[in-house]
């Protein structure tokens, strides 16, 4: 099956704690993103990467941090400089690296820090 | 004025209805136009494209107005399972990819 995963659905952590949020996509797609959602919101970019080795900052990059050494994933870092880090993160891949074609999301992370 | 904009709603309408969504975006050099579908709580799923012809899928009518900047979505005859929040996508110029905050419908039986 192809898709994109995340894991964990559910994650807690306490205040001060750099928390890592994984996606892993089996589609090949060169582009992946990272955003954010908060209750009643819509969604607002953090970061993204066209290709491999490379990657962008969006629009809410702070306090936020990104790797893509390999394709198929694209990990997301929350430090404790985020200052309000509770929200639902949503990853998205697409096939191409103008970032010109539909997106696929994985399930999302609920993150609670407390 | 917002890169993207969509009316927020709720849209109450009953079962068999047709509804309309609008969504203006600001960057005469956007390239690309999507409409997602997002359930409460999950995630965004992709329902079509937008293209300069306009385009149909069943129900679903997508169009795309270059001259006044928007797309829109028609929804015929509704059903119960229609009830999301859609949220119009607008990809390429200088803004990347840029989602509208979604337009809530809820129908009623």
């Known amino acids: 099956d192809g898709g994109i995963t995340q894991s964990p659905k559910y994650l807690f952590r306490k205040e001060g704690q750099n928390v890592t949020l994984s996606c892993e996509q089996n589609?090949?797609?060169?582009?992946m993103y990272w955003y954010r959602q908060d209750p009643g919101q819509g969604l607002r970019l953090i970061y993204y990467?066209?290709?491999?080795?490379?990657?962008q900052k969006g629009d809410i990059a702070e306090g936020y941090s990104v790797s893509r050494e390999k394709k198929e994933s694209f990990p997301l870092t929350v430090t404790s400089a985020q200052k309000n880090p509770t929200a639902f993160y949503l990853c998205?891949?697409?096939?191409?690296?103008?970032?010109?074609?539909?997106?696929?999301f994985g399930p999302g992370t609920r993150l609670t820090v407390t | 004025r917002k890169e993207v904009e969509q009316d927020p709603g709720p849209f109450n309408v009953p079962e068999g209805a047709t509804v309309a969504f609008n969504c203006t975006y600001s960057?005469?050099?956007?390239?690309?136009f999507f409409w997602y579908r997002q359930d409460c709580r999950k995630e965004p799923k992709l329902l079509m494209s937008?293209?300069?012809s306009g385009n149909e899928d069943g129900r679903f009518t997508a169009q795309l107005n270059r001259a006044s900047q928007y797309i829109s979505l028609l929804i015929r005859d509704s059903k119960l399972s229609d009830s999301a929040t859609y949220l119009c996508?607008?990809?390429?110029?200088?803004?990347?990819?840029?989602f509208g905050t979604g337009t809530k419908l809820q129908v009623i039986p």
């Open positions: 998205a891949s697409s096939s191409d690296r103008l970032l010109l074609s539909e997106q696929y």
């Open positions: 589609l090949n797609h060169d582009a």
């Open positions: 990467s066209q290709i491999v080795n490379d990657f």
């Open positions: 960057n005469s050099a956007s390239q690309s």
């Open positions: 937008v293209y300069s």
């Open positions: 996508v607008v990809a390429g110029g200088y803004q990347k990819v840029t």
